[in-house]
């Protein structure tokens, strides 16, 4: 059963860091290409960021441009999310999504067309 798992949620203060993992099981992860996405009460999913499968390339929604980094290490079959100065607006459900590269050299996408996904972890900013 191909499955995504993230972890590295919580609380921190406006200003804080956090680092996200989204950890494959059920698939070889290295195929696949990995979107962070989330989801605030009373605001749209939104893309935030995404590593191609090879994590040479990476994409990053403008409001956290500079301040989140993508990351991987397909030997853990973990794709990391490095969230840094973070502010109130980032609070909000984190999920990372896998799409299995659909053609040579795709890099990845902020929209939300992936195939598998996880349950999500809550993210917090608050003082």
């Known amino acids: 059963q191909k499955q995504l798992v993230e972890s590295g949620g919580g609380l921190v203060q406006p200003g804080g860091s956090l680092r996200l993992s989204c950890t494959a099981s059920g698939f070889i992860l290295e195929y696949y290409a990995v979107g962070w996405f989330r989801h605030a009460p009373g605001k749209e999913r939104e893309g935030v960021s995404c590593i191609s499968s090879s994590g040479d390339d990476t994409m990053y929604a403008e409001s956290v441009t500079g301040r989140f980094i993508a990351s991987r290490d397909n030997a853990k079959s973990t794709v990391y999310l490095q969230m840094n100065s973070l502010k109130p607006e980032d609070a909000a459900f984190y999920y990372c999504?896998?799409?299995?590269?659909?053609?040579?050299?795709?890099?990845?996408?902020?929209?939300?067309?992936?195939?598998?996904w996880g349950q999500g972890t809550q993210v917090t900013v608050s003082s």
């Open positions: 999504a896998a799409l299995e590269d659909p053609y040579p050299d795709f890099t990845c996408r902020l929209t939300p067309e992936y195939d598998h």
